[in-house]
């Protein structure tokens, strides 16, 4: 089974910048595209970024997403953080030969501190 | 602006059945496929189920395929799941979420709404 693996917590200071990685367990991760989900305690998920590093209108430009072949594992990056960015992030993707499976990350807890 | 609002949730005993409902607004409904995704308390997110534009296409994570059925209704701007022979397991906030034209994934998710089973 197609899995994707986040750390389980990171923690930076505000103003500084974080990257949250997702690796994908098989195949190649440039293959599908990768969703990024914010979810802040006790609230519904709202989408940061999408296909691979497209951000819904309304999220700054401060989160951004990348994909690193070579590892077979997508990223995650904000900059300039913020208090209110403290939440969980989840990475989201699918495997090529089942599509319509969406397959999430485990979460991944940011602290800003 | 667009929305989507979840309703239809509630306590239920093990063996039991509930039917979701999502109220689609502020877009084309019958032009995205739609999903409903899933948090147990204190876990992670899981896709549970999901449909194409015109109801011609379902798909079913493994662990409720033969007891939830999805469905929708354009002309009502709605999307349903039909939730039978219910399990413990399935307690959960569910998500109804609309599917990315290019990939599966989602852009717009709804506030969801709390299924507990329980006896």
């Known amino acids: 089974n197609f899995m994707l693996t986040q750390p389980h917590s990171v923690s930076e200071s505000p103003g500084k910048t974080v990257t949250i990685s997702c690796t994908g367990s098989?195949?190649?991760?440039?293959?599908?595209?990768v969703q990024w989900y914010q979810q802040r305690p006790g609230s519904a998920p709202t989408t940061v970024i999408y296909?691979?590093?497209?951000?819904p209108s309304g999220v700054p430009d401060r989160f951004s997403g990348s994909i690193d072949s070579s590892s077979n594992s997508a990223s995650l990056t904000i900059s300039g953080l913020k208090t209110e960015d403290e939440a969980d992030y989840y990475c989201?993707?699918?495997?090529?030969?089942?599509?319509?499976?969406?397959?999430f990350g485990g979460g991944t807890k940011l602290t800003v501190l | 602006e667009v929305q989507l609002v979840e309703s239809g949730g509630g306590v239920v005993r093990p063996g039991g059945s509930l039917r979701l409902s999502c109220a689609a607004s502020?877009?084309?409904?019958?032009?995205?496929?739609m999903s409903w995704v899933r948090q147990a308390p204190g876990k992670g997110l899981k896709w549970v189920s999901g449909?194409?534009?015109?109801?011609?296409?379902?798909t079913y994570a493994d662990s409720v395929k033969g007891r939830f059925t999805i469905s929708r209704d354009n002309a009502k701007n709605s999307l349903y799941l039909q939730m039978n022979s219910l399990r413990a397991e399935d307690t959960a906030s569910y998500y109804c979420?609309?599917?990315?034209?290019?990939?599966?994934?989602?852009?717009?998710w709804g506030k969801g709404t709390t299924v507990t089973v329980s006896s």
């Open positions: 296909e691979d590093n497209q951000r």
């Open positions: 449909i194409n534009w015109n109801g011609g296409s379902t």
């Open positions: 502020g877009f084309n409904f019958d032009d995205y496929g």
């Open positions: 989201q993707s699918y495997h090529i030969s089942n599509q319509e499976n969406w397959v």
């Open positions: 098989s195949g190649s991760i440039a293959s599908s595209y």
């Open positions: 979420a609309r599917r990315l034209e290019a990939a599966p994934g989602t852009d717009v």
